[in-house]
């Protein structure tokens, strides 16, 4: 594929996840070019870009100004992604953004529409779910090998690190539902209906400066399979979910963040038999970057995913109403979200 017809992709900010991970990724997709870097200090833009071998650019507008970028990548903090998002979509760059995108169903809602109206692709970067393993978990429960599903359970928790990142800032939208509470939400999205919400959510605030340590939110769809998610920023390290079903259980311990090299493992509970496979390794950042780039190309692989980012807005929306903040504690944690209705472009 020549340069002409790859679809050249510009970063807006120089994050870690985007130096680790998803930018060596964008290396690695044939039908991607990365042009170029954007920070708002210039010795960032200049140093990743050495890193990458693109052109550094001060100042995110002068980015999305440039006619030889047709897409951009953004992984600021959470508090700048609608603002930078809405940016680019009107500036007419098809958007992959970092989750989480936003905690707003009215504020995704305006982004799909607005990339709808542009034709452009829009998607949240969850890049677990293009792993192949959540495939075969998927294979398994339609072959009948749980019986009926009754339950996920999905849980993510890191160890407490340095107070001064992003993750601990209150302003700027981080905290532990946005920034691994999020990961078992969208797995209830894969495993559970269309129709899915929350029953309840508690939230632990940190006494200091208000931001979510932790946190539970129960979930569930119109046919009664709930959906049990655990998650913090100060525990022991955890990352796995399990579907439980009539007749047995599927178990993931890797389930969100496997390195590329890693040979996942998927075990199935029958009673008193225990089968277990070890799947070949994934590298599930090229898959996200790879759906991202077909959607560029393709009309017809974009709705589905702007769909899923306001569903995943309005979710956390209704978390963060039923466990309230620490200004006005939620009264009733355990009652019913009231029903939504937000558009989502189709």
């Known amino acids: 594929m020549s340069d002409a017809e790859r679809t050249g992709i510009g970063v807006l900010g120089a994050a870690d996840i985007a130096w680790r991970r998803t930018v060596p990724a964008l290396l690695?997709?044939?039908?991607?070019?990365?042009?170029?870097?954007?920070?708002?200090?210039?010795?960032?833009?200049?140093?990743?870009?050495?890193?990458?071998?693109?052109?550094?650019?001060?100042?995110?507008?002068?980015?999305?100004?440039?006619?030889?970028?047709?897409?951009?990548?953004?992984?600021?903090?959470?508090?700048?992604?609608?603002?930078?998002?809405?940016?680019?979509?009107r500036a007419g760059k098809h958007v992959l953004v970092e989750k989480s995108l936003t905690a707003s169903a009215a504020a995704a809602a305006d982004l799909a529409r607005t990339a709808?109206?542009?034709?452009?692709?829009?998607?949240?970067?969850?890049?677990?779910?293009?792993?192949?393993q959540h495939e075969r978990v998927r294979e398994l429960i339609a072959d009948g090998a749980i019986g009926t599903p009754r339950v996920l359970t999905?849980?993510?928790?890191i160890p407490r690190a340095d107070g001064a990142l992003i993750r601990?800032?209150?302003?700027?939208?981080?905290?532990?539902l946005r920034e691994t509470g999020c990961y078992p939400v969208r797995a209830a999205q894969l495993f559970l209906g269309a129709d899915i919400e929350v029953l309840g959510a508690r939230l632990r605030y940190e006494e200091a400066d208000g931001c979510d340590m932790a946190g539970s939110v129960l979930l569930a769809?119109?046919?009664?399979?709930?959906?049990?998610?655990?998650?913090?920023?100060?525990?022991?390290?955890?990352?796995?979910y399990a579907v439980w079903g009539s007749e047995g259980r599927i178990e993931v311990e890797w389930a969100f963040t496997p390195p590329p090299d890693k040979r996942p493992q998927v075990c199935l509970r029958?009673?008193?038999?225990?089968?277990?496979?070890?799947?070949?390794?994934?590298?599930q950042f090229l898959r996200a970057v790879s759906a991202f780039a077909e959607?560029?190309?393709?009309?017809?692989?974009?709705?589905?995913?702007?769909?899923?980012?306001?569903?995943?807005?309005?979710?956390?929306?209704?978390?963060?109403?039923?466990?309230?903040?620490?200004?006005?504690?939620?009264?009733?944690?355990?009652?019913?979200?009231?029903?939504?209705?937000t558009h989502v472009p189709g």
Not at 30 to 59: H, I, N, Q
Not at 227 to 238: N, T
Not at 270 to 280: A, C, I, M, N, V
Request: charged share 25%.
């Open 168 to 176: 601990y800032s209150r302003e700027l939208a981080g905290g532990a």
């Open 116 to 132: 709808q109206e542009r034709g452009l692709a829009f998607m949240e970067n969850f890049a677990f779910l293009h792993h192949t």
């Open 154 to 157: 999905a849980s993510f928790g």
């Open 221 to 240: 769809d119109g046919a009664g399979v709930t959906a049990q998610c655990d998650f913090g920023l100060d525990h022991a390290y955890r990352n796995t």
């Open 28 to 89: 690695r997709c044939p039908r991607l070019r990365l042009v170029a870097v954007a920070s708002r200090t210039p010795d960032k833009a200049r140093t990743f870009a050495e890193r990458f071998g693109c052109e550094a650019v001060t100042g995110y507008e002068r980015l999305l100004e440039r006619e030889d970028i047709q897409a951009v990548y953004i992984p600021l903090p959470n508090a700048l992604h609608e603002q930078w998002a809405d940016a680019a979509l």
């Open 295 to 341: 959607a560029c190309a393709d009309p017809a692989a974009r709705a589905s995913h702007a769909v899923d980012a306001v569903r995943q807005a309005s979710l956390l929306e209704s978390v963060l109403e039923l466990a309230g903040t620490p200004e006005a504690p939620a009264r009733n944690r355990l009652g019913r979200a009231g029903t939504r209705s």
């Open 270 to 283: 029958r009673g008193d038999h225990t089968e277990q496979w070890t799947l070949p390794a994934a590298d």
